[in-house]
Structure formats: C-alpha cells, structure tokens
C-alpha cells in the first residue's frame, strides 16, 4: 500500500520538462506579444535579420542584417581589436543548409559561413587567403562570435557604427 501511494506521489512530480514547456507559448500574452514587437524573442528560428552586437575590453563588435530581396539579405560589419586596429566590411548574406554564407563586398572571391547557435552568430576559425584585404595586420574576423542583440530589422537599420574615418554611420539604413 505505501509503495502504491509513493508511485502515485512520484507521478504527479513529473512536470513538463523545457521541451514542452516551450511548445506551450502563451502568444497572446501581452508581454509575449510586446517582446515579439520590439524584437527581443523570436518565436521560432528565423531569418537572420537584426542586430549581433558585443562589447569587450578591445572596443566593440556590432553586426547589422536587412532583407535585401526574396531569400536574401545584406550586412554590414565593424569588429575591434583595440583603438587603432578594427576590421569593416559589408556585403550579402545567403542560407545554406548548414547555416549562413557571408560574401564580402570589396574582396574578390570572399565568403565565410557562419552558423547561429544559441542566439550568438559564430563565424568560421579559418579566415580565407581571399579576405586579407578586410582587416590590417594579422588581424581577421575568423572565430568571431557576436551574441544577438535584437531581431528587428528597425533596430539593425538603426544601428550606428563608426567607419574608417571615425564618422558615425547608419550603414543598414538604406
């Protein structure tokens, strides 16, 4: 009888585990619905629109995405490695089975995958031969990680940057 009673008492322990618990989203949630409008959750892994954006003790590192047509998107890209030495670049995003591919504009033959995981977009360790016109030095974009800051393409549209010349740009607006 005791053993019956203890079963019974363990069954009822047994809540829903992450899984289920994020299949039960309340979308109507007033709370829910405002995240999802200013773009602070995405209900389901999506395009890659929106800002990645990390700040370190080398300086800052900020990503923009926009749509740029059906299937296709745009970015542009600022990386620090210290007051005088920084990577920036723009150009064209596209899916790929395993993730996302980055064409660099200004760089022939130029590309990088990038996979997201987590809400954090890493970049690929080997930063091609093709791509060393990006960035000064020895320095590259290879093994970066840029943790997502936001998915709204308002947000990445408005997102400033600094460009060569110190200037502060716009450049996902246009």
Do not use: Y
């Amino acid at each position: 009888m005791l053993t019956a009673l203890l079963m019974l008492a363990l069954a009822g322990c047994q809540g829903e585990g992450p899984d289920e618990a994020a299949r039960h989203v309340d979308a109507d949630n007033p709370l829910e619905r405002a995240a999802r409008a200013r773009g602070l959750v995405q209900a389901e892994a999506g395009p890659l629109t929106g800002v990645f954006e990390r700040t370190h003790n080398l300086g800052r590192d900020a990503m923009c995405v926009v749509p740029d047509g059906p299937g296709r998107w745009r970015f542009a890209l600022s990386a620090s490695f210290g007051e005088a030495l920084s990577c920036a670049a723009r150009g064209s995003v596209s899916k790929t089975d395993d993730g996302w591919r980055l064409q660099f504009g200004g760089a022939d033959k130029c590309e990088l995958r990038v996979s997201e995981e987590a809400d954090e977009l890493r970049f690929d360790g080997e930063w091609p031969e093709s791509c060393a016109s990006l960035c000064p030095g020895r320095s590259s974009l290879a093994g970066l990680r840029l943790p997502r800051a936001s998915w709204a393409e308002d947000d990445a549209r408005g997102l400033r940057m600094r460009d060569k010349a110190g200037n502060v740009i716009r450049p996902c607006a246009d």
